[in-house]
């Protein structure tokens, strides 16, 4: 069974600072996804991981994948306030059957 | 983009009633959907895997005749929660797949169901 682990859980930065989300997962997969959720809403797509050492960048947010090490880390540099929402991971194991597994969540609260 | 429209946005019910959420892709073809359910504070937890013209694949422990999904068309799968009790209240999202691997899951707005 596929198992999907993020860390921190919970973070509580200050504005300016950098950090990182990491995402492990247990099993094979090429494809992994970033999500970012604001209270009460749905999920916005930030990024989508589709090779070993893929790497994407969208503002104050970069995104890799690590296939070998089932490694994804979501790095946020000189975050702002405007940043503070829940980031999921989610790890795409569409071999046969489609299926999408999420990792637990990162609330990140970012304070001014 | 790819753009999926679910209704309601939040739905109040009594406890034994019936209701329905839709799930819809705009701007193109979902050979596949699926809904996930997600509590407070939780993450998202895969109910079903909706394909066109087919039953639906249940994850286990899911009753699938307390959720009822239907994937009549390309671009329209329904979840109704049947009998409806507190403990269904939940938030429900729906998501749908182009089925190009660089579009990834779009997801819906999620449906905020209370039941009383």
């Known amino acids: 069974e596929l198992k999907v682990e993020q860390n921190p859980l919970f973070l509580s930065m200050q504005e300016g600072k950098n950090y990182t989300i990491y995402c492990n997962y247990s099993?094979?997969?090429?494809?992994l996804y970033w999500y970012r959720q604001d209270p009460g809403k749905s999920l916005e797509s930030l990024f989508v991981l589709l090779s070993n050492g893929a790497v994407k960048q969208e503002g104050r947010l970069m995104a890799s994948l690590d296939t070998k090490a089932r490694l994804s880390t979501l790095h946020i540099t000189a975050a702002v306030h405007d940043l503070s929402a829940t980031y999921f991971c989610?790890?795409?194991?569409?071999?046969?059957?489609?299926?999408?597994?999420f990792g637990q969540g990162t609330r990140l609260t970012i304070n001014p | 983009g790819a753009v999926v429209s679910q209704h309601p946005s939040w739905v109040i019910c009594k406890s034994g009633t019936s209701v329905k959420i839709e799930c819809r892709s705009l701007?193109?073809?979902?050979?596949?959907m699926f809904w996930y359910r997600q509590f407070p504070k939780q993450s998202l937890m895969l109910m079903a895997t909706s394909n066109e013209g087919s039953k639906a694949t249940y994850e286990q422990g899911v009753e699938k005749d307390k959720f009822l999904i239907n994937h009549a068309s390309l671009t329209l799968s329904t979840l109704t929660v049947t009998s409806a009790h507190p403990e269904d209240s939940s938030f429900y999202i729906c998501?749908?797949?182009?089925?190009?691997?660089?579009?990834?899951?779009?997801f819906g707005s999620g449906t905020r169901l209370t039941v009383v």
């Open positions: 989610a790890v795409d194991i569409s071999r046969g059957a489609q299926k999408l597994v």
């Open positions: 099993t094979t997969s090429d494809r």
């Open positions: 998501s749908a797949t182009p089925g190009q691997v660089n579009y990834g899951y779009t």
């Open positions: 701007d193109f073809q979902a050979t596949t």
